[in-house]
């Protein structure tokens, strides 16, 4: 299957009416897809990737390949609990964690701080695409989200000595609004769950980002558009990069679907994030059913 193509670009030239449409369908039957002619900068996009190898090479592939998960992997593993994954987590907004990463030096980041701005307007772009597209007015994703929380999970997935044992991250949907994802050029890894199949989200190297779309879009579209579950495999060859920038609601933005709850709603996010912590791995449906349960009492 191929995935989706939506050129940005378009959205305001004279082929809107049709990329707005292909917008649409993409979020209604994929749930995922490709976006070309972003505006952000090639080269900003090459200098995030070095510095996460670098970063990664420095600082923690020693660390990763010292711990119990990788001296023990093996019969005793449980795919179920652990995933084969070096990460941390960068907060943007409303406020930075950077201080936290002494290692990270200034020049770099000056280089987040840009690319960030930039993906950000893609992200604002795309919830106004979303918006118009489900019938509401340009702004209301942005609205309901402002201020918005932005943070990125930088991962890097190692070589893996017996990659039938382990996931290098479990099959889940993910929590937020729009994730925008600066991937591998070379390994494979990531796949998408549609119509029944594992669809692989092919590396390319003509600076395209990918997008999918998280649980609170999902519930504001009234299950219009979709979240879609997706893992990482472990791979025997190469070490996987993963550059994920998350645009999602503030931690005390109210979301609720636009016309009929067919959905829960009326809750605070970090509500559900609190919830959605001990159960990103389970059935999605069970979660929202739970989550109905809980705050329509």
Request: hydrophobic letters at 35%; proline letters at 5%; aromatic letters at 12%.
């Amino acid at each position: 299957m191929e995935i989706p193509v939506i050129d940005l670009k378009a959205l305001d030239g004279d082929k809107r009416t049709e990329a707005m449409a292909q917008l649409h369908d993409a979020c209604e039957k994929w749930g995922f897809f490709w976006v070309k002619n972003h505006g952000i900068d090639e080269s900003l996009m090459e200098k995030v990737k070095d510095f996460v190898n670098c970063h990664y090479e420095k600082h923690l592939e020693k660390r990763f390949f010292e711990s119990g998960l990788a001296k023990e992997l093996g019969p005793k593993t449980n795919p179920l609990e652990v995933d084969w994954e070096s990460t941390y987590f960068v907060q943007h907004h409303p406020k930075s964690n950077i201080e936290d990463f002494p290692e990270i030096g200034a020049e770099f980041r000056e280089t987040v701080e840009i690319y960030i701005h930039q993906l950000t307007k893609v992200a604002e772009k795309l919830a106004e695409g979303l918006s118009e597209n489900l019938g509401l007015a340009k702004d209301h994703i942005k609205n309901t989200f402002s201020p918005p929380f932005i943070g990125t999970k930088i991962a890097k997935y190692p070589h893996c000595p017996d990659p039938e044992r382990v996931f290098g991250l479990r099959a889940h949907t993910d929590a937020g609004g729009i994730i925008l994802l600066l991937q591998d050029d070379t390994v494979p890894g990531l796949e998408f769950y549609k119509d029944g199949t594992w669809v692989p989200v092919t590396p390319n190297k003509d600076y395209k980002i990918f997008v999918n779309l998280g649980d609170q879009v999902e519930i504001m579209s009234n299950g219009t558009y979709k979240s879609i579950l997706h893992r990482v495999r472990a791979e025997k060859e190469g070490c996987r990069l993963s550059i994920a920038t998350f645009y999602n609601p503030g931690a005390n933005a109210v979301i609720k679907p636009d016309a009929k709850l067919l959905y829960p709603g009326g809750y605070q996010f970090q509500e559900y994030l609190a919830y959605y912590q001990g159960t990103k791995f389970g059935d999605k449906t069970t979660r929202f059913q739970a989550i109905k349960e809980m705050f329509s009492k």
